[in-house]
């Protein structure tokens, strides 16, 4: 059975790591280090303080902050 594509923020991950080069576990770690900020505050400073594009940092935040929840 083949596997199933990756869908939601994680699908994303792959075009993060190549555009900005660092792993996404290293991405993960620069948000929750900003936390408790609020989901947009986070997403501004991934887009300002190391120039990310809005939906892959919103991506990003999303993914992390739902992984934080559970």
Do not use: C
């Not at 699908?11 to 620069?30: D, L, N, T």
């Not at 280090?33 to 809005?54: I, Q, S, T």
């Amino acid at each position: 059975m083949a596997d199933a594509p990756i869908k939601g923020p994680a699908s994303y991950f792959p075009a993060i790591e190549k555009k900005y080069g660092r792993p996404i576990a290293e991405w993960q770690q620069i948000v929750r280090a900003h936390l408790p900020a609020k989901h947009m505050e986070l997403v501004a400073m991934l887009k300002n303080d190391h120039g990310m594009g809005h939906g892959h940092a919103n991506a990003l935040v999303a993914h992390t902050l739902a992984a934080n929840a559970t």
